[in-house]
T-cell receptor, first 116, second 110 residues
Framework: NAGVIQTPRHKVTGKGQEATLWCEPISGHSAVFWYRQTIVQGLEFLTYFRNQAPIDDSGMPKERFSAQMPNQSHSTLKIQSTQPQDSAVYLC??????????????FGPGTRLLVL | GQGVEQPDNLMSVEGTFARVNCTYSTSGFNGLSWYQQREGHAPVFLSYVVLDGLKDSGHFSTFLSRSNGYSYLLLTELQIKDSASYLCAVKMPNYNVLYFGSGTKLTVEP
């Protein structure tokens, strides 16, 4: 089991450019979560899919951020017109029904986004 | 953040123990998870608790008091390699979203 896969691991964009981040969940997991981590704000929830359907995007900035899950094997997070304050590590996690129904979330290595 | 609080830093000595505290005041509660995160790496799941009391898992143990909104992660027989950040996260009833504390950076000295 390769775990959660995220690509690219590092991305540098210029202000105003678009950035697309990819996540491949653990095979068989039905839930995918996106988080953002910065030194100032810590780890913040962005959005969540279950069985490919968007369930909760309450943490997503309403402008410029969007997420999709076109099939069970990958999800994308797109940031349009990137700004320096979008610089962060973007973490994807997936979960499936494990013992005790804990729905443990397993994290990918993250994509470190730097907007210049 | 979001009603989950942790001290920023904690120092302890190799061979002894360290207790990482977490308090929460979230609008809901469906369990609490602890993660270890090393610099430049993803959080790694350590433990999940939903019932009050102490859950002994060997090197890592976790305690929960729901009435007090309090949990701690106890590391025993510390090793230098236990130096890392430890994050607690409250699982919310709404679709099991996790709300994380800012993490406690544990430094284990020789």
């Amino acid at each position: 089991n390769a775990g959660v896969i995220q690509t690219p691991r590092h991305k540098v964009t210029g202000k105003g450019q678009e950035a697309t981040l990819w996540c491949e969940p653990i095979s068989g997991h039905s839930a995918v979560f996106w988080y953002r981590q910065t030194i100032v704000q810590g780890l913040e929830f962005l959005t969540y899919f279950r069985n490919q359907a968007p369930i909760d995007d309450s943490g997503m900035p309403k402008e410029r951020f969007s997420a999709q899950m076109p099939n069970q094997s990958h999800s994308t997070l797109k940031i349009q017109s990137t700004q320096p304050q979008d610089s962060a590590v973007y973490l994807c996690a997936s979960s499936g029904r494990d013992w005790g129904n804990q729905d443990t979330q397993y994290f990918g290595p993250g994509t470190r986004l730097l907007v210049l | 953040g979001q009603g989950v609080e942790q001290p920023d830093n904690l120092m302890s000595v190799e061979g002894t123990f360290a207790r990482v505290n977490c308090t929460y005041s979230t609008s809901g509660f469906n369990g609490l998870s602890w993660y270890q995160q090393r610099e430049g790496h993803a959080p790694v799941f350590l433990s999940y608790v939903v019932l009050d009391g102490l859950k002994d898992s060997g090197h890592f143990s976790t305690f929960l008091s729901r009435s007090n909104g309090y949990s701690y992660l106890l590391l025993t027989e510390l090793q230098i390699k236990d130096s890392a950040s430890y994050l607690c996260a409250v699982k919310m009833p709404n679709y099991n979203v996790l709300y994380f504390g800012s993490g406690t950076k544990l430094t284990v000295e020789p």
